[in-house]
């Protein structure tokens, strides 16, 4: 060889130039083989997948009365590529638009996000029936454009909007995590519309269709055989009596508060009403969002559904499970009988009001005597057998939780709270580790301090004492089309800590805190109602926003327990003023069907009590 | 073999082959992937594509035959005239080309109609001076003014009129030539200080193009490499999106031929994109046997060049197999996504008249080289070079 091209070189060069190939042959594999994201997309590229949405399911109330139901509205959507000149004046005038407004949309798509003017996009969404009407004749002229009806919300008794929730577009965070998902896809956000997504919205369907470069349609993809047809969504029967829910909204016009009942045998909520309240018709269509934000900027907080959101000191509701647990720990007998001379004296002291003295357990509920709880409630703490206070603290805790207190009910709604029991390592960290003492937390005895409980939480308690020691998880759904049952949690039976044989002393004295005759002290006299014997407990409960707020709980009848009820009226002052009566008519209603006593109604619903609010600030 | 075959068609078999089947390859999959021209431009006839390409082919060939029989002696001299050419052609092309793609790189044969990419001119042209002056300057390859200094003018030179326009074949062809210069025994030195150098002056050329990121090629370039470096899901990404599912869609064994469905979907499916289009219709077995193909037509002249009693031949064998080869890299990797998009052609292959013509003059040489090896060869005035190893 007389060309010095040295081997070395040689090999290094051809040793590069294999290795390029290499590379490039490995890199055909992996596109081929191993990344699988390229096949779905050359589908894409050929087919074209039209969704079938199906209806969502609907929603009645315990007596079969339709509540939420669909309406449909039309998406106008466009091609456009395929969208020739056209008279912008008719077509705007039709869609009751001007001209700049579907200018304006227009220039809105070709915005969106992977816009393509051979894809059929949505120009203005839900058109009203009356513009679709007008529309529909002279579609024919308009090329490019069609119209896609879609289903929304609408509710005939226009009630309970806390509790159905809102249907609205998903996000795209949804979008990413559930593949179910598209864009432009609806999807409850709220309420029940949220926690039954799955059973009320049904299964979309698919068409597919080849199309050619242009995405124009050429006909079914393989005769339809891989199409499939949107099952509808599944109807749910709620536990809700519209009767009463929309009696309860009327009171509480003007109030703000909430009140929530439940029939204690079932666990099955009648009524949950978070006022103010709000027409649930307000978040449907294309105002939906502007309404939404109006509600949302409002300072009384109308989406808030403070029956499971807002927490409340219990008041003297709270006394009844002090009194259960004195009687299951054996430090109080129900002959038990204390003095009060207006005031608890030790330490720092706890007022009372005036009432006859001394007491036993049943008239003390009765009387709702602070000192009588006092004691109970310091001598369930500082019992003899626990050696620290956080034992006997431990010990109450275990107790208070046992009816409901302090966790989730996992009612079927979202964004329930738990409420607040306070713990040993609070108490420790707030004062410090041995220096607390059941003097120091003596609030608690009347149910002040540190508790925090939903209006749903007093409802199952006074529904735990209607069945003399257990409750049923409340729920607001009782059937699912074509489920055999609902979830299993709500047929298991929950226990309290107490012994049932206990509750008979707590109910006679709320037995007779409604229905004892006057000048005996007792307090929630105005609950009673003819023929029917209401069981109930009055709560005053102190707060920092101003006037105390105003509690009540109660079931009825006694002996056969229907309904169980709690009622909370913020800033309203004593219970028996404003929420006792509330809840007496509202147990009147769901009983008798009829109101015996107008003049109790017409007061209720001419009272305003907005304005009481952070008088005292 | 037939003798008939052996009289008429001289030269390496092996590379004959490889040229035959590239050109069969070429017909096939520029006629299912003109479709979408054809409807556009010809009113859904697809035989005009097909003929047209046939034509082309068979000019190709022609073109092959006809410089195998010539001696690449011939190109001794030619290749001064020919680069002394280059220059003011490139010049004018700079300045008045036609514009395709946005592209200045083609020249209008005034008269004729015909367009011309100058740059492939350019590209033999080089090519054959680089042998020439490597081989004449053997004995002082080594020094720096005698045997460097006349070498990188004329590469320079070339590759920065060639630059502006089309930055993928500057950068090709300065490759070539570098390994072309590394295997001719340059000074390493020298070499890497003027790889060194290259880079300083392509840095400066980019500060330059930013200064004018409206003009030109600028800002295509500035996108592709960036929506490269990104994975970003942009416009410039359509063009390797559509490949890669063309390629994923492939398989190993290919839909069949004529069954491409991305061919409506990449742009240049029948040149820039062929490739992908391959593997869609030929799968990943078609596309092995097309690299395959390039890699044998490079081994093949690295056998001439270990043969090679003259070592101008044997540079100009080398050189332009090496061209051949590096462009269908370049092309085979812009379809995998391995560099930024990138509009080199296929050789032989991808559709596209004038370049297929220069790719058949060079395989014509090649052809043309090893058909004297295969002959005694006489003394013919070139200095041997001894053995010093």
Same mark, same amino acid.
């Given at each position: 060889?007389?060309?010095?091209?040295?081997?070395?070189?040689?090999?290094?060069?051809?040793?590069?130039?294999?290795?390029?190939?290499?590379?490039?042959?490995?890199?055909?594999? @992996?596109?081929?083989?191993?990344?699988?994201?390229?096949?779905?997309?050359?589908?894409?590229?050929?087919?074209?997948?039209?969704?079938?949405?199906?209806?969502?399911?609907?929603? @009645?109330?315990?007596?079969?009365?339709?509540?939420?139901?669909?309406?449909?509205?039309?998406?106008?959507?466009?091609?456009?590529?395929?969208?020739?000149?056209?008279?912008?004046? #008719?077509?705007?005038?039709?869609?009751?638009?001007?001209?700049?407004?579907?200018?304006?949309?227009?220039?809105?798509?070709?915005?969106?996000?992977?816009?393509?003017?051979?894809?059929?996009?949505?120009?203005?969404?839900?058109?009203?029936?009356?513009? *679709?009407?007008?529309?529909?004749?002279?579609?024919?002229?308009?090329?490019?454009? !069609?119209?896609?009806?879609?289903?929304?919300?609408?509710?005939?008794?226009?009630?309970?909007?806390?509790?159905?929730?809102?249907?609205?577009?998903?996000?795209?965070?949804?979008?990413?995590?559930?593949?179910?998902?598209?864009?432009?896809?609806?999807?409850?956000?709220?309420?029940?519309?949220?926690?039954?997504?799955?059973?009320?919205?049904?299964?979309?369907?698919?068409?597919?269709?080849?199309?050619?470069?242009?995405?124009?349609?050429?006909?079914? @993809? #393989?005769?339809?055989?891989?199409?499939?047809?949107?099952?509808?969504?599944?109807?749910?029967?709620?536990?809700?009596?519209?009767?009463?829910? !929309?009696?309860?909204?009327?009171?509480?016009?003007?109030?703000?508060?909430?009140?929530?009942?439940?029939?204690? %045998?079932?666990?099955?909520?009648?009524?949950?009403?978070?006022?103010?309240?709000?027409?649930?018709?307000?978040?449907?269509?294309?105002?939906?969002?502007?309404?939404?934000?109006?509600?949302?900027?409002?300072?009384?907080?109308?989406?808030?559904?403070?029956?499971?959101?807002?927490?409340?000191?219990?008041?003297?509701?709270?006394?009844?499970?002090?009194?259960?647990?004195?009687?299951?720990?054996?430090?109080?007998?129900?002959?038990?009988?204390?003095?009060?001379?207006?005031?608890?004296?030790?330490?720092?002291?706890?007022?009372?009001?005036?009432?006859?003295?001394?007491?036993?357990?049943?008239?003390?509920?009765? $009387?709702?005597?602070?000192?009588?709880?006092?004691?109970?409630?310091?001598?369930?703490?500082?019992?003899?057998?626990?050696?620290?206070?956080?034992?006997?603290?431990? /010990?109450?805790?275990?107790?208070?939780?046992?009816?409901? *207190?302090?966790?989730?009910?996992?009612?079927?709604?979202?964004?329930?709270?738990?409420?607040?029991?306070?713990?040993?390592?609070?108490?420790?960290? *707030?004062?410090?580790?041995?220096?607390?003492?059941?003097?120091?937390?003596?609030?608690?005895?009347?149910?002040?301090?540190?508790?925090?409980?939903?209006?749903?939480?007093?409802?199952?308690?006074?529904?735990?004492?209607?069945?003399?020691?257990?409750?049923?998880?409340?729920?607001?759904?009782?059937?699912?089309?074509? /489920?055999?049952?609902?979830?299993?949690?709500?047929?298991?039976?929950?226990?309290?800590?107490?012994?049932?044989? *206990?509750?008979?002393?707590?109910?006679?004295?709320?037995?007779? $805190?409604?229905?004892?005759?006057?000048?005996?002290?007792?307090?929630?006299?105005?609950?009673?109602?003819?023929?029917?014997?209401?069981?109930?407990?009055?709560?005053?409960?102190?707060?920092?926003?101003?006037?105390?707020?105003?509690?009540?709980?109660?079931?009825?009848?006694?002996?056969?327990?229907?309904?169980?009820?709690?009622?909370?009226?913020?800033?309203?002052?004593?219970?028996?003023?404003?929420?006792?009566?509330?809840?007496?008519?509202?147990?009147?209603?769901?009983?008798?069907?009829?109101?015996?006593?107008?003049?109790?109604?017409?007061?209720?619903? /001419?009272?305003?009590?907005?304005?009481?609010?952070?008088?005292? %600030? | 073999?037939?003798?008939?075959?052996?009289?008429?068609?001289?030269?390496?078999?092996?590379?004959?082959?490889?040229?035959?089947?590239?050109?069969?390859?070429?017909?096939?999959?520029?006629?299912?992937?003109?479709?979408?021209?054809?409807?556009?431009?010809?009113?859904?006839?697809?035989?005009? +594509?097909?003929?047209?390409?046939?034509?082309?082919?068979?000019?190709?060939?022609?073109?092959?035959?006809?410089?195998?029989?010539?001696?690449?002696?011939?190109?001794?001299?030619?290749?001064?005239?020919?680069?002394?050419?280059?220059?003011?052609?490139?010049?004018?092309?700079?300045?008045?080309?036609?514009?395709?793609?946005?592209?200045?790189?083609?020249?209008?044969?005034?008269?004729?109609?015909?367009?011309?990419?100058?740059?492939?001119?350019?590209?033999?042209?080089?090519?054959?001076?680089?042998?020439?002056?490597?081989?004449?300057?053997?004995?002082?390859?080594?020094?720096?003014?005698?045997? +460097?200094?006349?070498?990188?003018?004329?590469?320079?030179?070339?590759?920065?009129?060639?630059?502006?326009?089309? +930055?993928?074949?500057?950068?090709?062809?300065?490759?070539?030539?570098?390994?072309?210069?590394?295997?001719?025994?340059?000074?390493?030195?020298?070499?890497?200080?003027?790889?060194?150098?290259?880079?300083?002056?392509?840095?400066?050329?980019?500060?330059?193009?930013?200064?004018?990121?409206?003009?030109?090629?600028?800002?295509?370039?500035?996108?592709?490499?960036?929506?490269?470096?990104?994975?970003?899901?942009?416009? =410039?990404?359509?063009?390797?999106?559509?490949?890669?599912?063309?390629?994923?869609?492939?398989?190993?064994?290919?839909?069949?031929?004529?069954?491409?469905?991305?061919?409506?979907?990449?742009?240049?499916?029948?040149?820039?994109?062929?490739?992908?289009?391959?593997?869609?219709?030929?799968?990943?077995?078609?596309?092995?046997?097309?690299?395959?193909?390039?890699?044998?037509?490079?081994?093949?002249?690295?056998?001439?060049?270990?043969?090679?009693?003259?070592?101008?031949?044997?540079?100009?064998?080398?050189?332009?197999?090496?061209?051949?080869?590096?462009?269908?890299?370049?092309?085979?990797?812009?379809?995998?996504?391995?560099?930024?998009?990138?509009?080199?052609?296929?050789?032989?292959?991808?559709?596209?008249?004038?370049?297929?013509?220069?790719?058949?003059?060079?395989?014509?040489?090649?052809?043309?080289?090893?058909?004297?090896?295969?002959?005694?060869?006489?003394?013919? =005035?070139?200095?041997?070079?001894?053995?010093?190893?």
């Amino acid at each position: 060889m007389q060309l010095n091209i040295t081997t070395d070189k040689k090999y290094i060069i051809s040793g590069i130039i294999i290795l390029v190939f290499i590379v490039i042959i490995v890199k055909l594999f @992996y596109i081929q083989i191993v990344d699988s994201r390229y096949k779905f997309s050359a589908n894409n590229n050929v087919l074209r997948y039209i969704t079938q949405y199906p209806a969502r399911g609907l929603i @009645y109330d315990r007596n079969g009365e339709l509540l939420v139901a669909n309406q449909v509205v039309y998406d106008l959507m466009i091609v456009k590529n395929q969208v020739k000149p056209f008279d912008t004046l #008719e077509f705007s005038s039709m869609l009751g638009l001007t001209v700049e407004q579907v200018k304006d949309a227009f220039e809105q798509v070709r915005k969106q996000k992977g816009y393509s003017p051979r894809k059929s996009v949505v120009l203005l969404k839900q058109i009203s029936d009356s513009s *679709y009407a007008r529309l529909q004749e002279v579609l024919y002229k308009y090329q490019g454009f !069609e119209v896609l009806p879609r289903t929304v919300r609408t509710y005939p008794r226009r009630i309970a909007g806390h509790l159905f929730g809102y249907v609205g577009e998903v996000d795209e965070s949804v979008v990413k995590e559930q593949p179910y998902y598209q864009q432009g896809d609806y999807i409850g956000i709220n309420g029940i519309e949220k926690y039954y997504e799955n059973q009320l919205r049904g299964v979309k369907g698919v068409n597919i269709f080849m199309v050619d470069v242009h995405n124009r349609i050429k006909g079914p @993809y #393989e005769e339809g055989r891989f199409d499939s047809i949107a099952k509808v969504g599944k109807n749910l029967i709620s536990t809700i009596d519209a009767d009463l829910q !929309e009696y309860g909204e009327k009171l509480m016009i003007n109030k703000i508060g909430s009140v929530v009942a439940i029939e204690p %045998k079932t666990g099955e909520v009648l009524a949950m009403i978070s006022s103010p309240t709000y027409n649930p018709e307000l978040l449907v269509g294309r105002n939906r969002t502007d309404n939404f934000r109006i509600l949302q900027n409002d300072s009384l907080k109308p989406i808030f559904n403070r029956s499971i959101m807002a927490l409340y000191p219990p008041g003297s509701t709270f006394k009844v499970v002090n009194a259960l647990i004195g009687l299951q720990e054996n430090v109080l007998a129900p002959s038990t009988r204390y003095s009060c001379y207006g005031r608890y004296t030790v330490g720092r002291g706890v007022g009372c009001h005036n009432h006859p003295s001394p007491l036993d357990l049943e008239h003390s509920i009765a $009387a709702s005597c602070n000192t009588y709880y006092c004691h109970v409630f310091r001598n369930i703490i500082d019992k003899r057998e626990f050696s620290s206070i956080e034992d006997g603290f431990n /010990n109450w805790k275990q107790h208070v939780e046992s009816f409901g *207190y302090g966790n989730k009910l996992g009612i079927d709604l979202p964004n329930e709270l738990k409420g607040i029991v306070p713990s040993v390592n609070f108490y420790n960290k *707030y004062f410090r580790k041995g220096g607390w003492s059941s003097l120091t937390i003596i609030s608690l005895s009347i149910g002040q301090g540190e508790l925090g409980t939903t209006p749903l939480q007093m409802a199952n308690l006074v529904s735990a004492i209607a069945n003399k020691g257990y409750y049923y998880t409340p729920h607001i759904v009782k059937d699912i089309e074509g /489920n055999d049952e609902i979830d299993h949690k709500y047929y298991e039976k929950h226990v309290t800590s107490v012994d049932s044989s *206990y509750y008979k002393y707590i109910i006679n004295g709320m037995d007779l $805190a409604v229905n004892a005759p006057a000048g005996s002290g007792s307090t929630a006299r105005i609950a009673a109602i003819p023929d029917i014997l209401v069981c109930g407990k009055t709560g005053t409960s102190q707060n920092p926003h101003g006037e105390d707020h105003s509690v009540f709980f109660a079931f009825a009848p006694k002996d056969d327990p229907k309904i169980a009820i709690a009622v909370y009226v913020e800033n309203a002052g004593f219970g028996a003023t404003w929420a006792a009566p509330i809840a007496s008519l509202m147990i009147e209603k769901y009983l008798k069907d009829s109101i015996s006593r107008p003049y109790l109604e017409e007061y209720l619903l /001419n009272a305003n009590l907005l304005d009481r609010r952070a008088k005292r %600030k | 073999m037939s003798t008939l075959f052996g009289r008429y068609f001289k030269g390496d078999r092996v590379i004959w082959t490889v040229v035959i089947i590239l050109s069969a390859m070429s017909l096939l999959a520029v006629y299912s992937s003109t479709g979408s021209l054809a409807y556009r431009f010809h009113g859904g006839s697809t035989t005009y +594509f097909l003929i047209k390409q046939l034509i082309f082919l068979g000019l190709g060939l022609s073109i092959v035959f006809i410089t195998h029989l010539i001696s690449y002696k011939v190109y001794y001299p030619l290749s001064t005239i020919l680069l002394g050419i280059s220059v003011p052609l490139l010049l004018i092309t700079l300045v008045f080309g036609a514009t395709l793609n946005q592209a200045s790189r083609w020249l209008e044969v005034p008269g004729l109609g015909i367009t011309f990419q100058t740059s492939d001119v350019a590209k033999l042209a080089l090519i054959m001076y680089v042998s020439k002056i490597l081989s004449q300057k053997q004995k002082d390859i080594k020094d720096l003014r005698q045997g +460097f200094v006349p070498l990188v003018i004329p590469i320079g030179l070339i590759c920065m009129l060639i630059l502006p326009a089309n +930055f993928s074949t500057a950068a090709l062809l300065g490759l070539a030539c570098w390994i072309m210069m590394f295997v001719g025994r340059v000074n390493l030195k020298y070499l890497l200080g003027f790889t060194g150098l290259g880079v300083l002056l392509l840095g400066a050329f980019i500060v330059i193009a930013l200064q004018f990121e409206n003009v030109g090629r600028v800002h295509t370039w500035m996108n592709r490499i960036e929506n490269f470096a990104s994975g970003d899901n942009g416009e =410039g990404n359509y063009q390797v999106e559509q490949s890669k599912i063309a390629i994923a869609t492939g398989g190993i064994i290919g839909k069949g031929p004529g069954r491409s469905t991305q061919r409506n979907f990449l742009p240049h499916p029948y040149s820039d994109f062929i490739f992908a289009i391959i593997v869609e219709e030929y799968g990943l077995l078609g596309g092995t046997i097309i690299l395959a193909l390039y890699l044998i037509l490079l081994f093949r002249s690295a056998l001439i060049v270990k043969n090679a009693k003259r070592t101008f031949p044997a540079f100009l064998a080398f050189g332009l197999a090496l061209l051949m080869a590096l462009q269908a890299l370049v092309n085979m990797m812009v379809a995998v996504n391995l560099i930024p998009v990138t509009g080199q052609p296929l050789p032989l292959v991808s559709m596209g008249g004038t370049s297929l013509f220069f790719s058949s003059a060079a395989f014509g040489i090649i052809l043309s080289i090893s058909r004297t090896q295969n002959k005694t060869e006489l003394f013919d =005035g070139e200095e041997p070079v001894e053995d010093n190893n």
